[in-house]
């Protein structure tokens, strides 16, 4: 059952916003309608194999295809150094050069001397059907001499560590301050009366959305064009990087993003096998093509996380915390991807959570290993900075001997005390922490829980009983261009739109947000059809495709509809601002005398003198009886650049039960009550609550990507990665509590990965309260049985 | 090469395929029935899931010549050639039980299959009624409501 | 990923099957289900020459009852087990256990010959065969022999099978009192981590993934003979054993699970 606090009263909506409504795409995906990358076939292609290195360092001795070229159907073996002249002095794109001095070893597509990590490409083999390209990359052989690698991101930074660039002289990227005040953090931990000191280690997870990534790259040969599909969260990103990287001019480049079956951030990325198939296919003329199979996206796909965190607390008698520090080694894997670096920085403002914290303190220091790739994964550094906060609160509430909603009650961020500028320097935009803890508590029946809780302890019972909670907030809506500016991100954080009113008055809507799951088209049209008072399925939303949506800067980060919608709902009302002046022309009455209502304009209060929006639609395309100097037709373009972030905030509740024979945990209740502003779809709301919850629950729980010390990974397969199927998750009971966003005209602020921010310190959270009268104040992630039986084993003085 | 004839969501298709060709790949590739997707190669996540003579079967883990004769149902099979939606494709879409929309297909499959087999489908009925379906978007939670209406409705809308 | 090369050949009778296998040697392999086999091919970890598909053999389809002993076709399928009224009433672990077998689909698809002749130490069936103490019927060229479940599993993947049999049918005693099959794991479609089947009141009793091959828990059923409690004779369980380590669990905790389970399937069997 959700209780929902009726979104639809908080937003100036006589219509469809705020209200559930099922999507458009629906039909299309059920009916197997929907293009996937894989679906398509272009005449002549040809299919790329990858040989990967199954080393994860090593000198590349040779390349032997002779066994591939005389596999029928294999036309090339192509070894790095065969491919170097394709793309030059071109390695693929890293945008985020966090600091001026960061170390960014050139990275090429396929490599040429030195294998740096298992799944490294190290050859291509050119074939004219998919099988034939699987047998000819199974019949190369590669002559590796190994090298030591390094795995681990602590020994990376330990004296005389392996190598991952010799060149470099070190393993260490960069390292990333953020100490406003130094001597105050000093001060406050010198002072305080409870110092709660953790170390967590957030385990590397595969992001594995269902689709894998695949690419066609299409020459146009006399054109000298390129079209390059790909399955990508970034398509106008891609086209600008795409150009960079070969030097093709960018004009000339098309990029599109079919249907993409969900990306999480690792579609979010510059790809080596986007600029390979591109490149190949501009020399050779003919379309080229690559699909990921499942086990080669585990190292070709980069993966998320991989982060071991020192978080230090200092709190007053009453358990107000004056300062956070905290110091954080971040893994690279071996080389940087689009924005491996920055995902560190996007936590590194929130370690003090949504607690009023005086005093911080931060630094990362980033890691090369010899391991595929980090980038950003759902969440992005939030979910990582939320669990150490969120982990060591509970520590500091047993320290100070408090519950731990009380803990966080005497430290939130008060109502009242917004726009609340943070100590780590940023500007919160609205909420009301309290009464969001208040409601989730209300839903849990914490009370209820508790005396059960309590009794299966006073028993001995081998169902223990645990209670997590998780408050959180996020900065979303990537991003105030200036901003990353200052954090020296490569680009913009604008997105654009255009709505374009047809003769017929029915209504295009060109956005360059670009979805991959988030139903951007009902939303996007739901917010254009209120505004205009016509019906939501009279507005196309176009996107994805940069020969249609030239402008935008995609989807990541919760800013599809904080930023994107917002440009929609700006450029709708543009649309408006003329057709005002249309009507009043037509009218014969002064602009300001004219209100709009239910989709004419008329003069107020004057409902018999109205003219329609299809009749100022079809008088903008004919031109006839305009306004003095005004352009036909309809049509507004806005890009959007946001004054600020957005901050969606919650507490969510898990409720556990341990088998404390066999160290089993299962989520027996799980409560989120949400604060994401006002909402357009409180149906998709929920929905990405309910997937993001899953997802930050499976970090909790099952999913790890395990390399063995020698660097090979172990969790190729989702027989072995361990994503939870609907008979592992828990139900989830959702609400919301809103409080609009004071920074965009929506009052949103994005639901994105609110879930998934959220959800994994409440797990362990409740893993932790289960077994915390054994003694027991960590468990490591993933909470396999095996780990949980093993704490309480050692807890009880067992044998390990 | 074999002979091999299918026949596929009610049509008789004959086919020549190498014998290790998979089903998967023989409907999307030759066929080019593309609805029916691929998302692992462990026989782990179930989006290729068709129906085979009306039980559900991963195509992914069938080679097109064990298939040989047999009545196939794919995701392009399952609504009016009006083009009105099964109950569970309707279900699914009144439910919002998917978002990128990649497991769909098999999961819909899945689903039909599911309800046909079991007549007295509860809420863990369900849940491990799909188990070999992973989605990575919903959490699950609409799914299994979405499954459990269709199998509550006595509208299973079986395909034959 | 794609499975390599191979000829392919259909039997049209288990004798086909048998001459074919004996005339294409160790290279070829029966394909059944395929939900053992095709997975391993796709990861190019088996790469037979020839397949031999024996799936179209309806005639070694069928459960039948006969003085106590139910016979079952070497392609019976799981869900056929799953299903059938006959095993509910006569041998239910067989049709509880095949219900527990991978997912909806792969229990489609999926037979009990050919899950046997898989000899995986992980898979849930062989155990139950195993504690029910069945018997394997072997075709081979020189005809049929009979070989009893605990002579069957002879190592890791590795059964009694020569290179030119095929099994055509199983058979296990009518037993409906005193079973329980316990099968962890973390997600539901995966092998069992540890489980534990129970038949006949503790009088067989079968471990899964606690060694190269499904095992008889010997110590435990003597336990239970001798009229030990359940807690003394799970205490057993793991005695002598070495488990293989993974990635869900060690061999300690697999022991340590092995007693677990097999505490709670006596339980649930009726030994106190």
Known sequence: MTMTDDPATHLDSAGHMGRPRLRR???????????????????????????????????????????????????????????????????????????????????????????????????????????????????????????????????????????????????????????PNPEAVDEAFANAAHVVSERFVQQRLIPAPMEPRGVVAAPGVASGELTLYSATQIPHILKVMTAVTLGIPEHKIRVVAPSVGGGFGCKLNVYAEEIL????AMDRGVPVR?????????????????????????????????????????DMGAYLQLVTPGVPLLGGFLYHGCYDIAHYSFECTSVFTNKTPTDAYRGAGRPEATYAVERAMDSLAVAVGVTPEEIRSRNFIAADAFPYESCAGLIFDSGDYQTVLDKAVEMAGLDG????????????????????????????????????????????????ATVRVLPTAKVQVITGSTPHGQGHETSWSMIVADKLGIDPDDVEVLHSDTAISPTGLDTYGSRSLSVGGTAVFMATDKVLDKARLIAAHQLEANEDDLEYVDGAFQVKGTPTAAVPFAAIAFAAFTAHDLPDGMEPNLEAHVTYDPPNFTFPNGTHIAVVEVDTDTGDVDIVDYVAVDDCGNQVNPMIVEGQVHGGVLQGAAQALYEDAVYTEDGQIVTVNLGDYLVPSAAEAPAYRVASHVTPSPTNPMGVKGIGEAGTIAATPAVINAVVDALRPMGITDVAMPASPQTVWRAINEAQGGAS | MESITLAVNGTERNLEVEPRTLLVHALRDDLRLTGTNIGCDSSSCGACT?????????????????????????????????????????????????????????????????????????????????EGNLCRCTGYQNIVNAVLAVAGSGSKGSES | MIPASFDYEVAESAEHAVALLAEHGDEAKLLAGGHSLIPMMRFRLATPTVLVDVGRLDDLRYIN?????????????????????????????????????????????????????????????????????????????????????TDFFTGYFESALADDEMIVEVRVPASDAGWNYQKFNRRAQDWAIVGVAVADAGAG????????????????????????????????????????????????????????????????????
């Not at chain 1, 198939?277 to 190949?280: I, M, P, V, Y």
């Not at chain 2, 085979?52 to 992914?60: E, T, V």
């Not at chain 3, 409690?229 to 380590?245: F, I, N, R, T």
């Open chain 1, 25 to 179: 795409e629906d039909p299309a995906l059920l009916t197997g309608e929907a293009q996937f990358i894989d679906d398509m076939s272009l005449h002549g292609e040809i299919w790329v194999g990858i040989v990967r290195s199954t080393e994860a360092h090593a000198t590349i001795l040779g390349v032997d295809g002779s066994a591939a070229l005389e596999i029928d159907g294999v036309t090339e073996v192509l070894s790095g150094a065969d491919l170097a002249p394709l793309w030059g002095e071109g390695a693929l794109p890293c945008a985020w050069p966090v600091t001026d001095d960061m170390r960014n070893p050139a990275h090429l597509p396929v490599a040429t001397s030195v294998a740096k990590y298992v799944g490294d490409a190290v050859a291509v083999v050119l074939a004219t059907s998919r099988y034939a390209a699987a047998d000819g990359a199974a019949a190369v052989s590669v002559d590796y001499d190994p090298l030591p690698a390094v795995v681990d991101i602590e020994a990376a930074v330990a004296d005389g560590a392996p190598l991952v660039h010799e060149d470099l002289g070190t393993n260490e990227s960069y390292t990333w301050p953020l100490i």
């Open chain 1, 277 to 280: 198939c591109s490149a190949l």
């Open chain 1, 290 to 330: 690559w699909t990921e199979s499942r086990s080669e996206a585990a190292t070709a796909t980069i993966q998320g996380r991989g982060q071991v965190q020192h978080i230090e607390l200092a709190a007053d008698d009453n358990g107000k915390v004056q300062a956070v520090r905290v110091k954080l080694l971040a």
């Open chain 1, 449 to 496: 829980v508790r005396a059960t809780q309590a009794q299966r302890r006073a028993d001995g019972s081998n169902r223990q009983i645990g209670v997590g909670f998780s408050s959180y907030v996020e900065m979303c809506g990537l991003a105030p261009s200036r901003v990353l500016a200052s954090l020296n991100y490569g680009a913009g954080g604008w997105e654009a």
């Open chain 2, 50 to 130: 068709v129906l085979i003579n009306g039980q559900s079967a991963k195509s992914c883990t069938m080679f097109a010549v064990q298939a040989d004769g047999a009545d196939i149902t794919t995701i392009e099979g399952v609504a009016d050639s009006d083009g009105t939606m099964h109950p569970m494709q309707q279900a699914f879409h009144e439910h919002h039980a998917l978002q990128c929309g990649y497991c769909t297909p098999g999961m819909v499959m899945a689903a039909i299959s599911l309800v046909e087999e079991y007549p007295d489908l509860d809420d863990q009925g369900v849940r491990h009624g799909l």
């Open chain 3, 65 to 149: 009852a006969d003085n106590g002993t139910i016979s079952i076709g070497a392609l019976t399928r799981h869900s056929e087990l799953e299903h059938s009224e006959l095993l509910a009433r006569s041998c239910p672990m067989m049709a509880s256990v095949a219900a527990l077998v991978g997912d909806p689909a792969v229990r489609h698809r999926g037979t009990l010959g050919g899950t046997l002749a898989h000899s995986d130490p992980a898979s849930d069936l062989p155990a139950a065969v195993l504690a029910l103490g069945g018997t394997i019927v072997a075709r081979g060229p020189s005809g049929d022999r009979e070989i009893a479940a």
């Open chain 3, 205 to 272: 009793v079968s471990l899964v993934n606690m060694g190269s091959t499904p095992l008889r828990a010997s110590a435990v059923e003597a336990a239970v003979a001798s009229g030990a409690s359940a807690a003394d004779a799970a205490a057993l369980a793991a005695e002598g054993l070495q488990p293989p380590s993974d990635l869900n669990a060690d061999a300690d905790y697999r022991r340590h699970l092995a007693r677990v389970f097999t505490q709670r399937a006596l339980n649930a069997a009726g030994v106190a």
